[in-house]
């Protein structure tokens, strides 16, 4: 460039540059202006299928209701790991959302990498809540050393599944619908030897190429056997090996007598049971719009889901919680303002719950759960009796879904669940990789 | 000697934007990863500096060796077989004319685009123990149906297979190219002399195709060390710790255990294995040298 022509351009320039910044002043404060008036609220969740349809849902319904005040941007985002790892890395940089879903069987974890704020008792208050809102077991799961980090949304456990047309015609029901003559372990074989004899090809399809997923069910029995996995540096001590080894024999026998097919992945064992060629299927509540869309287009026979039968002891249903927690953004704490509209996000949510349970989840709002629209809910209503009955994970960081304990478990139990290594063996590997934590 | 210096110095103010980007972006973190491997770091986070402690952990973990077992084993059941099964199609390929050929090569390389989501949940249900199509093979064979994702000793060879089908388009294209550019001459000047089919393949096709074979060779080696995402998908819920490959145990140390400066470690192991494979080929390919 030719040393004569930078006069010129250099004030062409400014003049140009005034202007811009003039109008990037303009914008800023139009967005300002707007900013008070309205709050933004950026929403991460972790809810493919059928229940992040109807979040989607209830998110534009909330969005409707506060079309001048709060507006939630929501994404959803990669379910399990993915997930948390992206929360914990955004937080510790200050680049997480403002809420976001959370499992309560995680929280242990996330507390110990500093990822989540605390909620105090003002926060609380200031929703209209308590620890009574909640179920006890529910309450206490997203709770750590005394203080609350998340808000229950929903428990999901996993419920029996049943074919009510076989069910009945072999006699199973009883006179208010319901399966009966379920509980205890000869009990439960001799009901799928009958089904297989009146001509079902399986009794039972549970998901057992994956002993990660198949936890959820020993881990319920291990309870009913008042059994516990322990925690840090004491897993399975005492006689709980031996509970556990006991519930994983349940599922092998199963297996080895041919009630349940050897082997099979989760979408198989889904579609055994909604083909009609299993009569059974334990599964999570979240399977519940599987059923219920099929049924609506007329390709499903009659269903009905219930609480576990007891195997042994007493009632006893693994849980987990979806929840709402708060990012701790390093750095970038919440204005108040911004606070307020996050507590009035979870607060609405937890409110509108009952439309959430169609997703098959039970609303952890006790409130909600006694509405009658909710007590109409079938089969929703039927299953919500496990509720005094739920275990949660044990509260380590090396627990909740998609942890080093359920890795543990899917290590140990889908080759005992398949009768290539004895339950025994399976549970002493179990307890050497939870020992070897650290 | 003016201009000489003239010359260095543009050459270095030449050479200067790339020496700071990968100085930036490569050398600065491959010595913070070291630096990490010699802390308890978390993955988020200082750690304390705890010397050779990760590396003597290393030696003794179990799992650490069979990923280094199993990814060998994975890199020994794909590397030749697919490099020669990819000739053996390029070779087929290459004897079709015009649209054919067009056909069946897209045919070949139709697998190469998909995302290994889309491969996951194809291979799943082909061979799914309930309703897979694979199992009308299987059961004949092994007398029973069988979860080739679950029983140890089906593992890797079928993730092996699938591999192969889903890579070797690419290895395809590139012997394709290669066979095109050997003059049609060498081959009637052999038939004239009587050369049967095998001579012309091994006196011709194969030294001519050569250097092709080893860029394949290459770069299927470069990419299957670092096998991850098959093994991930296909063994998850399942017996992951006996089906562990080495940058699957990098990510499940650091994003599933916490554990940032273990899996520093086991990535500098990882580094110092391709660096010696790395100089390894390079010493073979130089005692075939530059003909």
Known sequence: ?438 | MNSLRNQTLVAAVLVAPFVAIYSWMFLWPTVQMVQLSLTDAPLIGEGKYIGLANYERLIQDKTFGKAIWNTAYFVLLTVIPGTAAALAIALMVSRLKGWLQSLVLSAFFLPFVLPVTVVYLLWQWMFDIQFGIMQAVLEPIYGQTVNVWRRLPFFMPTVALLTIWWTNGFSILLFLAGLRNIPKELYEAASLDGATRWQAFSRITWPLIWPVTVLCLTIQLILQLKIFDQVYLFASGGRTQSTMVLVQYIFDQAFVHNDGGYAAAIAVALFVIVVAFSVFQYQILRIRGPK
């Open chain 1, 1 to 438: 460039m030719a040393r004569g022509q930078t006069g010129p351009v250099t004030q062409g320039g400014t003049a140009m540059m005034k202007n811009l910044l003039g109008a990037a002043g303009l914008m800023a404060l139009l967005a300002a202006s707007a900013a008070q008036a309205k709050e933004t609220v950026v929403w991460w969740d972790f809810l493919g299928g059928g229940d992040g349809a109807r979040m989607k849902t209830l998110l534009e319904e909330f969005n409707a209701e506060h079309a001048d005040s709060i507006e939630i941007q929501a994404t959803t985002l990669d379910w399990g790991v993915p997930f948390y790892t992206k929360v914990q890395t955004s937080a510790a940089v200050g680049e997480g959302p403002d809420v976001m879903t959370y499992h309560a069987s995680r929280l242990p974890l996330a507390v110990s990498q500093s990822t989540l704020s605390e909620l105090t008792p003002d926060d609380m208050a200031v929703m209209g809540m308590t620890p009574d809102t909640f179920a006890p077991a529910t309450w206490d799961a997203v709770n750590v050393d005394g203080k609350q980090y998340a808000v229950p949304f929903d428990t999901h456990p996993i419920v029996l599944y049943y074919n009510k047309d076989k069910l009945e015609a072999a006699g199973l029901l009883g006179a208010d619908g319901l399966p009966t003559g379920l509980n205890g372990i000869d009990n439960f074989s001799a009901a799928m030897a009958k089904m297989q004899e009146g001509g079902t090809k399986w009794g039972m399809a549970i998901t057992t190429a994956d002993g990660g997923f198949a936890f959820r069910t020993i881990y319920s029995y291990l309870c009913q056997q008042n059994g516990s996995i322990g925690n840090d540096g004491a897993w399975l001590v005492d006689d709980n090996a031996e509970k556990l080894a006991n519930s994983v024999q349940v599922i092998a026998d199963w297996v080895s007598n041919g009630y349940a097919p050897s082997y099979t992945e989760y979408p198989a064992a889904v579609a055994l049971f909604t083909s009609g060629e299993a009569a059974f299927m334990i599964n999570g509540v979240w399977e519940v719009p599987t059923m219920v869309d099929l049924e609506k287009n007329g390709k499903l026979f009659n269903w009905g889901a219930i609480e576990l039968p007891v195997m042994f002891d007493k009632p006893c249903t693994y849980a987990d919680s979806h929840a709402f927690a708060i990012p701790n953004n390093a750095g970038k704490p919440a204005t108040p303002e911004k606070h307020a509209a996050v507590l009035e996000v979870i607060k609405w949510m937890s409110e509108h719950s009952l439309f959430w349970a169609s997703a098959g989840h039970i609303p952890a709002n006790k409130s909600v759960q006694e509405l009658p629209e909710y007590l109409a809910m079938q089969p929703q209503a039927t299953y919500a009796t496990l509720i005094p009955n739920q275990v949660f994970d044990p509260k380590s960081v090396f627990a909740g879904v998609a942890s080093p304990l359920f890795d543990a478990a899917g290590n140990a139990f889908t080759a005992a669940m398949n009768g290539e290594v004895s339950p025994t063996d399976a549970v002493a590997e179990m307890k050497a990789s939870l020992d070897a934590l650290q």
